[in-house]
Nanobody, 116 residues
Framework: QVQLVESGGGLVQPGGSLRLSCAASGFTFSTSTMSWYRQAPGKERDLVATITRAGGRTDYADSVKGRFTISRDNAKNTVYLQLNSLKPEDTAVYYC?????????WGQGTQVTVSS
């Protein structure tokens, strides 16, 4: 079955950095577009970044452009999200996502808290 396991979240001060990882299994990772979403308390889950199967194209939400970088390692079946210049408003649970045959699959999420 499809499994997505996120890791790398934590508590960081404003201006700090984190690197999130998502280990994928149960599907052909190398041919799948992967995405990161986030959900802050009381808010909807929003798309943060997407990367195509070969990594040739990436897209970002306007709120994170220039600060976050999505990447992937198809040999390790892992997608990453580098978070730089973090702001308090980046505080959220971050989720890895893949859409397969019109079904969206989610990991359990990893908490990122930006606070001094």
């Amino acid at each position: 079955q499809v499994q997505l396991v996120e890791s790398g979240g934590g508590l960081v001060q404003p201006g700090g950095s984190l690197r999130l990882s998502c280990a994928a299994s149960g599907f052909t990772f190398s041919t799948s577009t992967m995405s990161w979403y986030r959900q802050a308390p009381g808010k909807e889950r929003d798309l943060v970044a997407t990367i195509t199967r070969a990594g040739g194209r990436t897209d970002y939400a306007d709120s994170v452009k220039g600060r976050f970088t999505i990447s992937r390692d198809n040999a390790k079946n892992t997608v990453y999200l580098q978070l730089n210049s973090l702001k308090p408003e980046d505080t959220a649970v971050y989720y890895c996502n893949v859409a397969l045959w019109s079904t969206r699959y989610w990991g359990q999420g990893t908490q990122v808290t930006v606070s001094s």
